[in-house]
């Protein structure tokens, strides 16, 4: 069983930066592919970036693109999201979700484990 907790969120102004941690226990994390997705207020949850578990393929939504950035550090068991040039839209609770020996990253369905969420608030 693997627990994923995720840390960084909070309130930003529109334009500025935050960077998201997920931080995995109870398995090998380098086993994993894992991702990021986003529930925003009245919308369903969506992907937003995902990381392979070789760590050599990265996907980007294409809202995010260009601006948020994926990586991970096996020997923390930790993934990052870093999110930078923050719009009002990109305000949403985001979810760390782990997948065994996944590759690529944009179907939730193909994930095994999910944090509890940290949100994002963004100004205008």
């Known amino acids: 069983q693997v627990q994923l907790v995720e840390s960084g969120g909070g309130l930003v102004q529109g334009g500025g930066s935050l960077r998201l941690s997920c931080a995995a226990s109870g398995g090998t994390f380098s086993y994993y592919g894992m991702g990021w997705f986003r529930r925003a207020p009245g919308k369903e949850r969506e992907f937003v970036a995902s990381?392979?578990?070789?760590?050599?393929?990265?996907e980007f939504a294409n809202s995010v693109k260009g601006r948020f950035t994926i990586s991970r550090d096996n020997a923390k068991s930790t993934v990052y999201l870093q999110m930078n040039s923050l719009k009002p839209e990109d305000t949403a609770v985001y979810y760390c979700a782990a997948g065994l020996r996944l590759d690529f990253g944009r179907t939730e369905q193909n994930y095994n484990y999910w944090g509890q969420g940290t949100q994002v608030t963004v100004s205008s």
């Open positions: 990381i392979s578990w070789g760590g050599a393929r990265t």
